[in-house]
Nanobody, 127 residues
Framework: QVQLIESGGGSVQAGGSLRLSCAVS????????MAWFRQAPGKEREGLAA????????TYADFVKGRFSISRDTAKNILYLQMNSLKPEDTSMYYC????????????????????WGQGTQVTVSS
């Protein structure tokens, strides 16, 4: 059974940092392309960042470039999202997602491309 479990969310003041983690079990991490999404109440889910199984390719939404960084530790089966310079508008529920991807898979931030999802971790940024 594939499980993705997020952690690391919490409350922080604007300008602060958080690092989210997503622990993967039930599937070989090295076979996965993975991504982070978020969804605030009343808003659509939006893609933030994705990383290829090759660990060399990443992609980011424009509004997080320079502030968020995606990485992974395949040996530990953990995906990370380092978030710096947080803003109140970053307040949201954050989700990790994964898909078993081929080497030629083109990274995407489209949520319908991802098969496996975590339950989410809440991030609240106060001004």
């Amino acid at each position: 059974q594939v499980q993705l479990i997020e952690s690391g969310g919490g409350s922080v003041q604007a300008g602060g940092s958080l690092r989210l983690s997503c622990a993967v079990s039930g599937i070989r991490h090295s076979d996965l392309c993975m991504a982070w999404f978020r969804q605030a109440p009343g808003k659509e889910r939006e893609g933030l960042a994705a990383i290829h199984r090759n660990d060399r390719s990443t992609t980011y939404a424009d509004f997080v470039k320079g502030r968020f960084s995606i990485s992974r530790d395949t040996a530990k089966n953990i995906l990370y999202l380092q978030m710096n310079s947080l803003k109140p508008e970053d307040t949201s529920m954050y989700y990790c997602a994964a898909i078993v991807c081929a080497t030629y898979f083109q990274l995407t931030l489209r949520q319908d491309e991802y098969t496996y999802w975590g339950q989410g971790t809440q991030v609240t940024v106060s001004s």
